[in-house]
C-alpha cells in the first residue's frame, strides 16, 4: 500500500494536481496560443479519448485464460484459472492503481480537451468581435473625418457665397419686430433652427431676448460657442421635438428647409405648432425660386435638395394649423443688375429675372 501511496502523491499532492499544475505552468511560462483546431481534428481526439476510457479499466478478473495444446489444453487452462483466482489478491491492488491512474489521466485530457474547444470558441469570438470593432472603429474614423471636412467645407462655402456677418445680420433684422411682438406676448425663448454662424443669435441677444440655437454643422456651433451664444449640435427635429408643448416664442429658420425632404419638413413645421405657446411666430426663410436670378445659383450649395415656392409653402403652413399666413420677400437684387426702361414688359420682366433673391413665410399661433 506503501507503493501505492508513492504512485498516487507527488509532492503531497494528487496525480490530477500535479499535472493541471505542470500543464498550467508550461501555459503560463511560454505563453502557449492555443490555435483553433478544425472540426475534424477535434472529433479525432474526442473517439480517441472514448477508446482510452475503454482500455482504462484493468480487471485481473476478467482476463481471459485459455490454452491452445490441443491434449492438455483443458487440464492447463484449469490450472491457469485456479492459479489466478488464488493470486488475485496480490496483484489486484496493481490493477487498481494502474487504473487510477489511467482514469486520472484521462479526466486530464478530457478537460484539457475541453479548455481547447472553449479556447477555440472564445478565439473565434473574439476574432469576430475584433472584426467588427475594427470595422466599426474605421467607419467611425472615416465619418469623423468627413463630417471634419464638411463641416470646415460649408464654413468656407457660406464665407464666400452666403455673404459677410454683417450683411446677414442686416438683412434679417427686418424679422426683429415680429420676434419682439411674439416675445412680448408669450415670454418665451426663441429656437433658431439651422443657426449657422450665429447672425440672427446675436441680433436677438441685442434685444435681450432669450433664444438658443441649433446646427449639425460642428465648425459652426464652436464658432456659435466662442461668441458666448446658445448653439446644440443636434438635428432640426430631434431639437424642436425635445422642447416643451407651448414653450416657445418663436422658433426661425433661415435657408433652411430647402436642405429637407418633404417628410421632414412636415414633422418640424407640425412639431413647432405644437412647442410654440398661443401668440407664438414661426419664420421660414428660403431661397426664392419665383426669382430666375436666385435660381440660377440654387445648387450652388450642394446640399439642396429642391427649391419650394411661395405659394407652396405658405399652404403647408396654414394646412398645419397656422394663422394670419404671410409671405415676406427680401433680398432685393441691386439696380445695376436689372435691365433699363420704363416699359412694363421689362418691368416684369426685372421682376422675374433679377427681383426678390428670398422670402420667408411667417405664420402666428393663435
Known amino acids: 500500500m506503501r507503493l501505492l501511496r508513492e504512485v498516487k502523491l507527488l509532492d503531497g499532492q494528487p496525480i490530477e494536481e500535479a499535472i493541471k499544475k505542470d500543464v498550467e505552468e508550461i501555459f503560463n511560462s511560454k505563453k502557449i496560443l492555443c490555435k483553433p483546431l478544425s472540426i475534424n481534428l477535434s472529433h479525432e481526439i474526442r473517439q480517441d479519448l472514448d477508446y482510452l476510457s475503454y482500455l482504462a479499466n484493468l480487471n485481473a478478473g476478467k482476463a481471459p485464460v485459455i490454452s491452445h495444446r490441443p491434449v492438455f489444453g483443458k487440464l492447463i487452462t484449469y490450472v491457469k484459472k485456479f492459479i489466478a483466482k488464488a493470486t488475485f489478491w496480490i496483484y489486484q491492488p496493481l490493477f487498481e492503481q494502474i487504473s487510477n491512474f489511467n482514469y486520472t489521466v484521462i479526466n486530464i485530457l478530457n478537460k484539457l480537451t475541453a479548455y481547447l474547444d472553449m479556447n477555440d470558441k472564445d478565439q473565434l469570438h473574439a476574432g469576430h468581435i475584433f472584426e467588427e470593432k475594427s470595422e466599426v472603429?474605421?467607419?467611425?474614423?472615416?465619418?469623423?473625418?468627413?463630417?471634419?471636412?464638411?463641416?470646415?467645407?460649408?464654413?468656407?462655402?457660406?464665407?464666400?457665397?452666403?455673404?459677410?456677418?454683417?450683411?446677414?445680420?442686416?438683412?434679417?433684422?427686418?424679422?426683429?419686430?415680429?420676434?419682439?411682438?411674439?416675445?412680448?406676448?408669450?415670454?418665451?425663448?426663441?429656437?433658431?433652427?439651422?443657426?449657422?454662424?450665429?447672425?440672427?443669435?446675436?441680433?436677438?441677444?441685442?434685444?435681450?431676448?432669450?433664444?438658443?440655437?441649433?446646427?449639425?454643422?460642428?465648425?459652426?456651433?464652436?464658432?456659435?460657442?466662442?461668441?458666448?451664444?446658445?448653439?446644440?449640435?443636434?438635428?432640426?427635429?430631434?431639437?424642436?421635438?425635445?422642447?416643451?408643448?407651448?414653450s416657445l416664442a418663436a422658433v426661425t429658420a433661415f435657408q433652411v428647409i430647402e436642405h429637407l425632404n418633404p417628410g421632414e419638413m412636415w414633422k418640424i413645421i407640425s412639431t413647432a405648432l405644437v412647442k410654440l405657446r398661443p401668440g407664438g411666430l414661426i419664420i421660414l426663410e428660403t431661397v426664392n425660386p419665383e426669382c430666375l436670378f436666385a435660381l440660377s445659383n440654387f445648387y450652388l450649395d450642394l446640399t439642396h435638395r429642391k427649391p419650394i415656392p411661395p405659394s407652396t409653402l405658405k399652404f403647408l403652413l396654414e394646412f398645419v394649423g397656422f394663422k394670419n399666413v404671410e409671405v415676406r420677400f427680401s433680398s432685393l437684387l441691386p439696380e445695376k443688375y436689372r435691365l433699363k426702361g420704363n416699359d412694363s414688359n421689362i418691368k416684369k420682366l426685372n421682376e422675374i429675372l433679377f427681383g426678390w433673391r428670398d422670402y420667408a413665410v411667417l405664420g402666428w399661433r393663435r
Open 137 to 246: 472603429v474605421n467607419d467611425k474614423s472615416v465619418d469623423n473625418f468627413e463630417r471634419a471636412s464638411i463641416g470646415w467645407f460649408y464654413h468656407a462655402f457660406e464665407q464666400k457665397f452666403r455673404g459677410s456677418e454683417e450683411l446677414i445680420k442686416n438683412r434679417q433684422s427686418i424679422y426683429i419686430d415680429y420676434i419682439r411682438k411674439a416675445f412680448k406676448f408669450t415670454g418665451g425663448k426663441v429656437l433658431d433652427i439651422g443657426s449657422g454662424r450665429g447672425e440672427f443669435l446675436e441680433l436677438l441677444r441685442d434685444e435681450g431676448i432669450p433664444a438658443i440655437g441649433v446646427d449639425l454643422n460642428e465648425v459652426m456651433v464652436r464658432q456659435c460657442r466662442d461668441k458666448g451664444l446658445i448653439v446644440e449640435q443636434r438635428d432640426a427635429y430631434d431639437s424642436i421635438a425635445a422642447q416643451d408643448d407651448q
